[in-house]
């Protein structure tokens, strides 16, 4: 099993195949299904560190784009894929308060914009999101080599 960086470098390819897949928009929704905030999910990227608990979720999460050769397993471990872990049957049946009060404001002024408003604006959020990106690597990467 892959550990530290390459670890990291697995769940960010594995990210990146999610969402490229479009079964997911974002980070964001990782952070949501595994019940962190998103910037766990940059440590586990940038440090390759997740808590073991996580290991088989994440390993189920990923399995429609990477297979287990991915995370340097020979195989899936016995029993992964048939047992829904908790934040599976969470992610089936979220509770409604799974959203925060900046979530339902940010929904209710999106709703109230024109189709072209609202186009605009993912436009300007995805575009403010990869500047963020590109700052975290940045600092990763000045942090690495200091």
């Not at 550990?3 to 697995?10: F, K, M, P, R, Y």
């Not at 925060?100 to 604006?121: P, V, W, Y």
């Amino acid at each position: 099993m892959l550990n530290g960086v390459e670890l990291g470098q697995a769940i960010a390819r594995a990210i990146e195949l999610k969402i490229a897949s479009g079964a997911i928009k974002s980070k964001s929704e990782i952070a949501l299904h595994f019940g962190i905030k998103t910037p766990s999910i940059y440590d586990w990227i940038s440090k390759g560190s997740i808590s073991k608990e996580k290991l088989p979720e994440l390993w189920r999460y990923f399995s429609d784009v990477v297979g287990p050769d991915h995370w340097g397993l020979g195989d899936w471990p016995s029993g992964l894929m048939g047992t829904p872990s908790s934040c599976a049957e969470a992610r089936a049946d979220p509770p409604p308060s799974v959203l925060s009060h900046k979530h339902k404001i940010l929904l209710d002024l999106f709703d109230g914009l024109t189709e072209a408003q609202q186009n605009e604006t993912i436009r300007n959020l995805k575009t403010t999101k990869q500047l963020n990106d590109s700052i975290i690597e940045e600092l990763t990467q000045r942090r690495k080599r200091a």
